[in-house]
């Protein structure tokens, strides 16, 4: 009989109560799903937005160049392709420079995904960022290729991997990504 008495004393919590909090929750995560996608629409339209008016700017200034026309520069002239990714996601934006920008940094260059990271890599970005990318004073332009086909990006990619190759092909963290200091 004591081994029923300890039983009843130990009885699991009561199921209702579960049932009762998971329904509660159905309408906070439908009123959450209400809003994310309205948010998601809008975040990624100023996106948008943002690089359409980059490249309206860009043009505007003469640092505007059709992916067919950076395509043929870089098979016939070489240079450096800077490839400003912002997240894996995306947006991702292509700079041509004519220089090759291994050779003339002062600082050492290495993949996208340790240079996000920032610490002794922020001068690679800054000095990347003055030189080449700046809408301001940057010499490097802005490749138009929101259209271009992702196989053909891939391709151009692949082929400036080559040691032998005229044109390089470099990854860069933008500097609005680069993790800040505290106090900055």
């Known amino acids: 009989m004591q081994r029923q008495g300890t039983r009843s004393a130990e009885r699991p919590p ?11 929750v159905i309408p906070l995560l439908a009123m959450g799903a209400c809003l994310a996608i309205p948010y998601t629409v809008g975040a990624r339209w100023l996106r948008m937005h943002r690089e359409h008016k980059l ?7 003469g640092r505007l160049i ?28 292509f700079w041509w420079t004519p220089e090759d920008v291994q050779r003339e940094s ?15 890599y922020v001068p690679f970005v800054h000095w990347c960022r003055a ?3 700046s809408a301001d004073g940057g010499s490097a332009v802005l490749v138009d290729a929101p259209l271009a086909p992702r196989r053909e990006i891939y391709a151009l990619w692949s082929e400036c991997r080559s040691d032998a190759a005229k044109a390089k092909w470099i990854e860069v963290a933008p500097p609005e ?8």
């Open 55 to 61: 490249r309206l700017l860009m043009k505007s200034r």
């Open 106 to 120: 002062p600082h050492e260059i290495i993949d996208w995904f340790t240079m996000r990271k920032g610490r002794q």
């Open 14 to 24: 009561s199921t209702a109560l579960g049932a009762v909090l998971g329904v509660a």
């Open 66 to 93: 059709a992916w067919p026309e950076f395509v043929r520069a870089m098979h016939e002239r070489g240079g450096t392709c800077l490839e400003e990714k912002f997240s894996p996601k995306g947006p991702v934006r």
């Open 131 to 133: 030189r080449y990318t």
């Open 177 to 184: 990504i680069l993790p800040h200091k505290p106090g900055e």
